[in-house]
C-alpha cells in the first residue's frame, strides 16, 4: 500500500512580502540639468549632484568612467541611464548609456551548500525570482565532508582547483540560466553567495588551514565586496559579488541568511531557528537579541546515516501511516517510482507511527510480544518491515533495524537536548517560543506532529512551526531586492552570540533522557498520548 | 652700479606651523590579541577590530589581501606593522608586513604647472620636505600657452601622448629624488598633484575640448583617488594619487592649494590671496565665506610680454632703485651674472622708483623735460635706459620703452580693478583685509612698498602683504602631512562662489582711472608721496 507523491514543485515565489522593494542594484534614468554659464558645474560632478537629488548618495566613480560619464550625458542630450550599485556606504556607478534604456537588470543568489549549490536567476526590477537550478557541488569528488577537503586545500595549488571547480559551476550554470530566459548576462549585476564559511573560503580561494583547528579561526569573517570580472564569472564585469559574512568557523553565512529569510531578528516575539545538516545549527532570539549553538543532531536526521536512509529525493519514502489496529503500513514515494529507502520526515514518521502503534517501547526496541509479520530478525539484529521485496526498487524487503531507530533516536535526543540548553542559556523557556522555523529541504518535509510524538521537537502548538526551505539561497535572493537587508547582517553579526557546547554531566543526564519517546519525563509532552503496548515489558 | 644676489634659496620650510600631524598615510604597528578559544574572531576581522581600537576607522580591505593578512599576522606572532592610507570616509590598508618595521613613509607633492613642475618629497612621519626638484613643463613643445595644447589634444592619440609626457617626467623626477635620498621609490605611499583644470586634465588623460568653449565644463571637478600601479608610477604600486579638485574650468586645483597654503579659510578676519600666472586670479574671503574672480592681468607682472621682460632666474633684475637727485640706477640681478632683462618685480620696481624720480609722469610717459641721459629714443619710440651695454650681459643697453611701461600700467591696473570690483561684489572695502597674499615666484620677489607706490596693490599697512612662494606645491605638500585638509578642500569647494567678470562701462572707467600713477584719484593712496615732477606737462 503506497502512495506516490511528485516531488515538492521548486517554487519560484521564495520571497517573503515584508521585504522592501530596495534592490541592490538599481536602474534609473535622470535628465541632468544641461551645462550654462551660470550653473558650469563638470560633466561628472553635474551627473553626480543630479543622482544625489534622486535619492543615491554618496555616489563613487571610478577614475577610468570620468571620460566615458561625459562622453555618454552628451551624448544622449544629457539624458542617461544609469545602473547603480549599492555596497553598504555608498553607491557606484556599474553602467552608464546615453538616453533611455529599458534593458533588464539582473541578480544572481546561490547557495553554496557543501553537496549542493542552488542558483536563482532575479529579475531586480520587478523583484521576481525567474529561474533556479540546482547542482551536486562539483568538490564532492574530493571529499565527501568537508574536512577531507580542507586537508586537501592545504596544498595551495589544490586549494586554487578547489576553488575552479566551484567558479566552473557558477559559469556554467549562470551562463545556462540566463540563455534558458533569453537574457544577456552582462546584465547581471550581482551576485550574492551564502553558504558556510568553508565553503566561502573555497569560492574566494582562501586558506582553510585554521578553520578546522583550535581555535578555530578563518581567515575573514566579512569579506570584501569582488567584481564579476575579479572572477571571471558570467555577468557585468563591475557587477557586484557579495559572500554572505560568517560570525565565526561554525555559523556561516549559510545561517546568516537563513536569519534574514526567518525575518526573526526584526521580530518583538521570540523566534526559533533550526538548520539540520552535518550539525543542527539553532539560533533563538528576536529583534533585540540572538543567541546561536551547533551540535551534531544531524545525519539520522537528514537520511545519510541509517542503512536505508538517504536523501529526500525520487524513491525516498518521506511519509508513513501505521494502522495501530491491523499494523498495516502505508506510505508516501517521492517521484512515481518503487520505494528505495527512508528521508529524514519518513524515518520520523515511521518511528512516530511504530510507538503510537505500539511496535515501538518508549525505550526504543521492537515489541516482540506483538503479533506482527513485519518485526523480523535481519543480521543486523531484529528490524521492522517497511515495504516488502515485492513493492521496493530492488526487491529486498525495506527493513528498518532496531540499530537505526537507535541512531535517530540518539538524533533527535541531540536535537531536542540543545533546543534546551540554548533556551536554558538565555533563561527562557520553549514554550514562550512564538515561532519555530525548520530550514532545510527536511524543514519542508517534517511533520511537526510526528517530531513532536517521538520526542525530537518541544510540544508546541503546531501553527508555531514553519518549514522555511532552502534559507541560504532565500536569504540570498533577499539581500538582491531588498539592498536594507545587508545593514541587517551587519546588526545581526554584532548582536548574536554563540555558544560553544560544553560536554558535561548535566548534558550527558539530559541527553540520556531525550533519547527515549518522547522521553522519560512525559509530562513535557502533554499532547503526546503514549500508548499502553509502548510501555510493555518495562 | 649693480648688486649681484644668489637666487632665493629653494627652501625646504614650506610647511606652516599650524598643521595637525596627521599624514595623509600612517605607518603603525600594533599588537593584536592572538585568537583563543573565547575570542575566536576571523584574522582579518581582527586586524580591523585592533586598528578601530587604535583610531583607523573604517577599515576597507583588497580581496586579495585577505589570505596574506592572516599570514602575516601568524608569521609575526601576531605583531605586524600596517601602513594605512586615508581616502576621505575610509581607510585602506597599503601595507602589512610581520613585525615591527621602521621603514620610512614617504609622499611627494607636486606643483602641475603649466610651464614648470615643481616636485616637493616628503618624510610623512616627520612631516618634513626632504628634497624638491623643478622641471619645465615637457609639454611646452605641443603648445606654449595652454589653449594650443588643447586644441592639440582634440585628438585622443595626442591627448594620451600629452599625458604620457607628463608621467614620463614624473617617473623620472620622483626616481631621481629618492636615488639621491638614498630611499625605496616602494616606500611613496602617496603623491599629491596640484595644477590647474586643464594641467589636471591632462594629467589623467581626461578630454578638454569642452574646457575652452562655451559654457566651459570640465569633465570632472573631483577626481577619484587612483592607485600608483594605475599610472605605472615610481611609487608603491597600492600609493594613493590624489590630484587636487577644481572649482570650473577657470578655478582649479592650484588654486585651490593655494588657498590651503594660506589658511584664509580657516581664519576669522578677512585675507585676500592673489595668483598671478597667466590670468591674475583672486580670492577673497574668511572661514565663512569665499568669493574668486580671475582675468587677465597677468604676463605683464610675470615679465613675459615687455620686450625685456624675463622670468624671474639668472640674469633677471629684479630690484631696482633711483635715486631722485642724480637720476643714477641702482639694480640687482639674480645669480652671479650680467643682467638680461628685467623680471616683473624688478620692472615694478623700476617704474615705481622712475615715478618717484619724476622720470615718468602720473599718465606713465617719461617726462622729457629732465636732463637725463638714460632717456633715448628707440625704434619703439622713448625708452629708458636701465644697464648700459657696458653692463649687459648681450652689450646691448637694456632699454625699457614708453610702449612696454604702458603694458605694465594696463596689467597693473587690471590688478586694481578686479581687487576693487571682488571687494564690491561681497560690500567689503580693501581697507578691510587683515591678510594680503601674494602666491607665485611673483609674491617672493615683489615689493609691496613698489607695487602700492605703481597703484597695483591698495595702499593698505605693509605688514598685510606676504608672499606665499609656490602656493600649489606647497597646498599639495600640506595635505600629505595633514589629511584633515582634505575635508578642507570639500567644504572650501562648496562655500567659493565664483564670479565672471562681465566687461561693462563701469568696468571700463574704473580700469581707465587705475592706469594713472598711482591712480587718477591719488587720494585711494595717501601714502604715496607724489612728485611735483610727476605732474608735470599735465
Redesign the interface.
Known amino acids: 500500500m503506497k502512495e506516490n507523491r511528485q516531488p515538492l514543485p521548486d517554487s519560484l515565489e521564495i520571497l517573503p512580502d515584508w521585504l522592501s522593494p530596495k534592490p541592490m542594484v538599481v536602474q534609473h534614468t535622470l535628465s541632468v540639468p544641461p551645462?550654462?554659464?551660470e550653473d558650469?558645474?563638470?560633466?561628472?560632478?553635474r551627473l553626480?549632484r543630479a543622482l544625489r537629488r534622486d535619492g543615491f548618495f554618496?555616489v563613487?566613480?571610478?577614475?577610468w568612467d570620468?571620460?566615458p560619464?561625459?562622453?555618454e550625458l552628451r551624448r544622449g542630450g544629457f539624458t542617461v541611464t544609469v545602473v547603480v550599485g549599492y555596497q553598504e556606504?555608498h553607491w557606484e556607478i556599474l553602467e552608464l548609456t546615453a538616453g533611455t534604456s529599458r534593458d533588464p537588470v539582473l541578480g544572481v543568489a546561490v547557495d553554496l551548500g557543501s553537496s549542493r549549490l542552488a542558483f536563482y536567476l532575479l529579475d531586480l526590477e520587478k523583484g521576481i525570482v525567474i529561474d533556479r537550478r540546482s547542482e551536486p557541488n562539483p568538490q564532492i569528488p574530493y571529499g565527501e565532508d568537508i574536512l577531507t577537503r580542507i586537508v586537501y586545500a592545504s596544498d595551495p595549488d589544490k586549494r586554487r582547483r578547489l576553488q575552479e571547480l566551484l567558479l566552473s559551476a557558477f559559469r556554467d550554470v549562470v551562463a545556462r540560466m540566463a540563455a534558458h530566459k533569453g537574457l544577456e548576462t552582462s546584465r547581471i549585476f550581482a551576485l550574492t553567495v551564502a553558504g558556510n564559511t568553508t565553503m566561502s573560503h573555497f569560492f574566494?580561494?582562501?586558506?582553510t588551514a585554521?578553520i578546522c583547528k583550535?581555535?578555530?579561526?578563518?581567515?575573514?569573517?566579512?569579506?570584501?565586496?569582488?567584481r564579476g570580472r575579479?572572477l571571471a564569472l558570467p555577468m557585468h564585469p563591475k557587477g557586484l559579488v557579495f559572500v554572505f559574512p560568517?560570525v565565526?568557523?561554525y555559523f556561516g553565512g549559510d545561517l546568516m541568511a537563513g536569519i534574514l529569510a526567518s525575518g526573526m531578528h526584526r521580530r518583538e516575539e521570540l523566534s526559533l531557528l533550526v538548520d539540520v545538516g552535518t550539525n543542527a545549527e539553532v539560533v533563538l532570539g528576536n529583534k533585540d537579541w540572538l543567541i546561536a549553538c551547533a551540535g551534531a543532531a544531524g545525519p539520522a536526521l537528514e537520511g545519510g546515516v541509517v542503512e536505508r536512509g538517504m536523501m529526500a529525493g525520487p524513491g525516498a519514502i518521506d511519509w508513513v501511516r501505521i494502522d495501530p489496529h491491523t499494523l498495516d503500513v502505508q506510505y508516501r514515494v517521492i517521484g512515481q517510482e518503487k520505494p528505495k529507502g527512508l528521508c529524514g520526515s519518513g524515518l520520523i514518521d515511521l518511528v512516530a507511527e511504530m510507538f503510537m502503534a505500539g511496535i515501538l517501547t518508549i525505550r526504543g526496541t521492537l515489541n516482540r510480544n506483538l503479533p506482527c509479520a513485519r518485526i523480523v530478525d535481519t543480521d543486523n539484529g531484529p528490524g521492522f518491515v517497511v515495504a516488502w521485496g515485492a513493492e521496493t526498487a530492488d526487491g529486498r524487503d525495506l527493513v528498518v533495524s532496531e540499530i537505526d531507530i537507535g541512531i535517530l533516536l540518539k538524533s533527535k535526543a541531540a536535537m531536542y537536548t540543545i533546543l534546551n540548553i540554548i533556551a536554558r542559556k538565555v533563561g527562557v523557556s520553549l514554550q514562550e517560543i512564538h515561532k519555530f522555523y525548520v530550514a532545510g529541504t527536511f524543514g519542508n518535509h517534517i511533520d511537526p506532529v510526528m517530531a513532536i510524538r517521538i520526542g525530537m521537537l518541544p510540544d508546541l502548538p503546531l501553527d508555531t512551526y514553519e518549514g522555511l526551505g532552502n534559507t541560504a539561497g532565500r536569504g540570498a535572493a533577499m539581500v538582491l531586492v531588498d539592498r536594507t537587508l545587508l545593514k541587517d547582517l551587519e546588526q545581526v553579526r554584532n548582536q548574536i552570540t554563540y555558544v560553544?557546547l560544553n560536554v558535561n554531566v548535566e548534558l550527558m543526564h539530559e541527553f540520556r533522557g531525550a533519547t527515549f519517546l518522547p522521553h522519560t519525563d512525559p509530562g513535557l509532552f502533554p499532547s503526546v498520548p503514549i500508548p499502553d503496548r509502548a510501555k510493555e515489558g518495562l
Do not use: C, H, K, W
Not at 558650469?40 to 560632478?45: I, L, M
Not at 574566494?204 to 586558506?207: M, Q
Not at 583550535?214 to 569582488?226: H, S
Open positions: 551645462p550654462r554659464l558650469n558645474t563638470a560633466d561628472v560632478d553626480v554618496p563613487r566613480v571610478d577614475p570620468l571620460d560619464i561625459s562622453q556606504d574566494l580561494g582562501l586558506n585554521n583550535e581555535p578555530y579561526i578563518p581567515v575573514a569573517n566579512r569579506f570584501p565586496f569582488l575579479d560568517n565565526g568557523s560553544e
